[in-house]
């Protein structure tokens, strides 16, 4: 089956640590994204790949790092640096700059 | 810039009523506009888009959306509810790099 996966659904995090959350697809999609998504807020973009070994920038990318190696894996770290990392994080990719296509998210708490 | 607007952040509604959802976006260039849906937990799913062509868009489940180029808006709406319409609706428009989404607007469907 096609989709898109993410992993792992639950991740705990104590204060100072940094953790990596996967994302992989085998849509054969160029682009990747990675939200944030906090209670009344909606989707914030962190992080975004047009293609591989290439990505930029978002709305709120401080605190947070990624990489794109392969087309199919867009991996996001979230260091210490970042001082409110409990949210929902939600990974998608698309092929044509129009819809996107969700992972499951991954539930980042603090400890 | 895009930005989206949903009005409502809750909308309560009795099964078998009709709801709308409602949606304003602003834009400088043309658009497409996008309805997800998210179960708790869950990752996004694409509800309906409109792309171009007929401003009346559907789903297989029954919603419907009409772009208003004027109004520039995308409001959803279903004619009957189900309490498996219980979810958080997310409306988004294209933008330079990703898509834009509203804060969402949650419906309660009681029966």
């Known amino acids: 089956d096609g989709g898109i996966t993410q992993s792992p659904k639950y991740l705990f995090r104590k204060e100072g640590q940094n953790v990596t959350l996967s994302c992989e697809q085998n849509l054969n999609h160029d682009a990747m994204y990675w939200y944030r998504q906090d209670p009344g807020q909606g989707l914030r973009l962190i992080y975004y790949?047009?293609?591989?070994?290439?990505?930029q920038k978002g709305d709120i990318a401080e605190g947070y790092s990624v990489s794109r190696e392969k087309k199919e894996s867009f991996p996001l770290t979230v260091t210490s640096a970042q001082k409110n990392p409990t949210a929902f994080y939600l990974c998608?990719?698309?092929?044509?700059?129009?819809?996107?296509?969700f992972g499951p998210g991954t539930r980042l708490t603090v400890l | 810039a895009q930005s989206v607007t949903q009005l409502d952040s809750q909308v309560p509604v009795f099964e078998e009523a009709p709801v709308e959802l409602r949606c304003n976006y602003s834009?400088?260039?043309?658009?497409?506009l996008f309805w997800y849906v998210q179960y708790p937990n869950q990752g996004l799913q694409l509800l309906l888009k409109y792309l171009s062509g007929s401003t009346l868009v559907e789903s297989i489940n029954g919603f419907e959306a009409e772009f208003n180029k004027s109004q520039t808006s995308f409001h959803l709406r279903k004619p009957s509810v189900h309490i498996s319409d219980t979810a958080e609706y997310f409306c988004a428009v294209t933008g330079r790099r990703a898509l834009t989404f509203g804060s969402g607007t949650r419906l309660q469907v009681q029966p």
């Open positions: 834009s400088s260039v043309s658009v497409y």
């Open positions: 790949s047009q293609i591989v070994n290439d990505f």
């Open positions: 998608a990719s698309s092929t044509s700059g129009t819809e996107q296509f």
